[in-house]
C-alpha cells in the first residue's frame, strides 16, 4: 500500500520523506519537486526562516536514472538553519503550541525538545511525498491544485479552475483575484503592526478523478474520512468541508442534492454540492475541499504562560514566525489531497509497475468509468 513517513526536526540536519508503495518505472521529475517545495516557502507574511532556507530534494533511494525502481523512495531536504544543539531552552510554553502538553507528555521542562519537531517545518517533506504523488496521478490526467479563499475577514468569492494555475502561483497569497489579495495584504499589514497573527481558509480542487475511489464498505476505507484526516494532520489545520460542507445542513435536500442527468452517452451531475464524494466514493465531479487555518500561535506580543522551570507566570516564549501562512498551508494541503488521491488510486488498481497500473485502470474505466470521462 503506498505510504510515507516523515523525520526530521526544525533545526536538525535535514527533512525526510520516505515513500513506499510508488509503483516501479514511473519517471520521477526532482525540479518539479523542487518547484513545489519553492510554493511552499513564499507567500505574503512569511517570516524570517523562509528567508534562510532554500529547499531541494535529494533523492537517497528508490531510484534508477530518475525511474522508480517499487523499492522506498527516500527524499532528503538538508535544513540551512541547522542549530538544534545550540538553539535556546524553551522554558516558557507558548499558547496554540504543541509545547505544554508535549512537555508534560515526555516530562521535558525544555518545551524546545517538543516544538524542535511538532514545527510545520516538517510540511516540507509533506510536500516532497506529495509531490512525487502528483507525479502519478498526472500519468491519469488527474490535476490537483488549491488557493486561498479568506485571510482574516477578507474573502475571495471566487471558484477557479486549471487555466488559473499561473495566475496562483503568481500571486503572493495564491489568489488571483487582485483586489482581494490587495485587501488580504492590508489584513496582514494590520495584523503585523498590532504584533498579532492572522489565519484563513483555501479550497483544493482535484479535476478528472475517476469514479469509485474510496469505499462505501467500511468507515476507515471511505475516501472524505482518509483525506479529512491528511489535511486535518497539517500544523493549525482547525476544520475541513468538502463541496457545500457546514452550508448543507442549511439547505433542503431537494436543493442540495447534485441531480445524475443524462447527456448523450455520458452520466454528467446537475451541480456538485457533494464535492466529488458520495458515500466515501469519488463519483466523476471534481473533488472540492476546504480548509480552515487558525492564527499563527507565536505572537511577538505574547499571551500569559508560565515558565516550566521557576513555575512563575511568565510572558510565553517568543520564536521567529510568520503572521500568516495560509498560501503555504493551500500548498500542503494540495500535497496532503494529491497523496490521498494516489493512495485511492493504486488501492482500486493494484499493479507492482507503473504500466500494470495504467492497464488495470484502462480495464476498469472500460468496463465502469468511461461514461463518467
Ligand atoms: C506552512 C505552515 C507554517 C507555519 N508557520 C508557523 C510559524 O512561523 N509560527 C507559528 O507559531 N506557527 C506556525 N505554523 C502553525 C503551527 O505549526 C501550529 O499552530 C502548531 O503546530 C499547532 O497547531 P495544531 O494545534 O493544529 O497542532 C505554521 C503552520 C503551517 C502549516
Redesign the pocket.
Known sequence: MLNFRTAGESHGKALIALIEGIPAGLKLDLDQINSELAE?QKGYGR?G?MLIEKDRVEALSGLRKGITLGSPITLMIPNKDERIDTAPEVRVP?P???DLAGALKYGTRDARDILER???RE?AARVAAGAVARQLLSRFGITVFGYVISIGRVFCDCRLNVSDIPAIRASDLSCPDKKAAKMMRAEIDAAAKRKDTVGGVFELIAKNVPPGLGSHVQWDLKLDGKIARSILS?????GVEFGAGFASALIPGSRLHDSIVKSGKRIVRGSNNCGGIEGGMSNGSDIVVRAA??P???LYSPLKSVDLVTGKQSPASV????IC?VP??CV?GEAALSFELARALLEKTGGDSIREVERNMNGYLKQAGAAFR
Not at 497539517?234 to 482547525?238: H, S, T, Y
Not at 520564536?319 to 510568520?322: I, Q
Open positions: 511552499r517570516g526562516r507558548r496554540g503550541h504543541a511538532a514545527s510545520a510540511t497539517i500544523q493549525a489545520i482547525k487555518m487558525k499563527i500561535a507565536t520564536e521567529r514566525s510568520d501562512a503555504a498551508a500542503v
